[in-house]
């Protein structure tokens, strides 16, 4: 199975700041990874599918970039709705892994 | 725009089977797959496996291989997850969640509202 690992478990950040979170695949994943963001009591949100394309509706302050093995999520400027828990995952015909999450915490 | 609208809470015993429905509207059922992802409390998202209705074919996470069974309903755009055997480990909000394209792989684009089962005796 593909793992996948990112950094850091917990954020703390203020709003306006520039947020940086970090995915790690035990593979080549080429570029099939995905961002979500996770409230509580609600279901994922896709952010960002292909490692960088921008899901349709999701501000431009979010973005993706990398492949192969590693990938970041940026949020350029944080924004008070962006507090939440964001998840990477590696998808491709077979399987589905998931990172175990970065919780974006308000400092 | 299409939907998923997920069957209700249940609590279930110890060792007995649960079977959650997903059913779709508003748009093509057969041609995406389904994905089934699970949070338990206090925990991070977990992908379960996926199906493809029109292939008729489902690809299951290593961890629930043997235990989970994804079947699909074309004539009712419904997708069905069920697990047997569980334990308190189960206790966690399930959601189905269609993909984002046709074209494979593509991650989920669209979720269900997610359905909350409980195991305990």
């Known amino acids: 199975d593909i793992q996948m690992t990112q950094s850091p478990s917990t954020l703390s950040a203020s709003v306006g700041d520039r947020v940086t979170i970090t995915c790690r695949a035990s593979q080549n994943i080429i570029n099939w990874l995905a961002w979500y963001q996770v409230k509580p009591g609600k279901a994922p949100k896709l952010l960002i599918y292909k490692a960088s394309s921008l899901e349709s509706g999701v501000p431009s302050r979010f973005s993706g970039s990398g492949s192969g093995t590693e990938f970041t999520l940026t949020i350029s400027s944080l924004q008070p709705d962006d507090f939440a828990t964001y998840y990477c995952q590696q998808y491709n015909t077979y399987s589905g892994t998931f990172g175990q999450g970065t919780k974006v915490e308000i400092k | 725009q299409v939907q998923l609208v997920q069957s209700g809470a249940e609590v279930k015993k110890p060792g007995s089977s649960v079977k959650v429905s997903c059913k779709a509207s508003g748009g093509t059922f057969s041609s995406y797959s389904i994905n089934w992802v699970r949070q338990a409390p206090r925990q991070g998202l977990e992908w379960m496996g996926r199906?493809?209705?029109?292939?008729?074919?489902?690809n299951y996470a290593q961890k629930f291989q043997g235990r989970v069974t994804l079947t699909a309903d074309k004539s009712t755009s419904t997708a069905y997850m069920e697990l047997s055997s569980l334990t308190s480990e189960d206790t966690a909000v399930y959601y189905c969640?269609?993909?984002?394209?046709?074209?494979?792989?593509?991650?989920?684009?669209?979720w269900g509202q997610g359905t909350l089962i409980t195991v305990s005796s």
């Open positions: 199906i493809t209705p029109i292939l008729e074919r489902a």
């Open positions: 969640a269609r993909d984002r394209d046709v074209v494979v792989p593509s991650p989920g684009g669209v």
